[in-house]
């Protein structure tokens, strides 16, 4: 598979396959070190696992931003009350 690199929102993830990631799995991605395992099988088998691994990084920006949100509600109500009245 050519697919070397994957942009997440804006995050690049260099994308390495390989023979045995162990275990049960066939993939995992590592948000540190922006890199994203794929064990090598069939080739519709590899690109649902990096759609998968993608997931993961896409809900992971999510949980971010969603986080951020309920913070800047819970920490600002008056700015809560201001877009409410407005």
Not at 23 to 39: A, L, Q, R, S
Not at 44 to 68: D, N, P, R, V, W
Request: charged letters at 20%; a negative charge.
């Amino acid at each position: 598979m050519n697919i070397k690199t994957l942009k997440i929102n804006g995050f690049e993830y260099e994308v390495q396959f390989h023979d045995d990631l162990g275990g049960d799995m066939v993939g995992n991605i590592d948000y540190v070190e922006g890199i994203i395992n794929v064990e090598k099988h069939s080739k519709k088998g590899m690109l649902l696992t990096l759609l998968h691994e993608a997931i993961h990084g896409i809900l992971f920006s999510a949980q971010a931003l969603a986080h951020g949100i309920y913070t800047l509600i819970k920490d600002n109500p008056e700015l809560v009350k201001a877009i409410k009245n407005s």
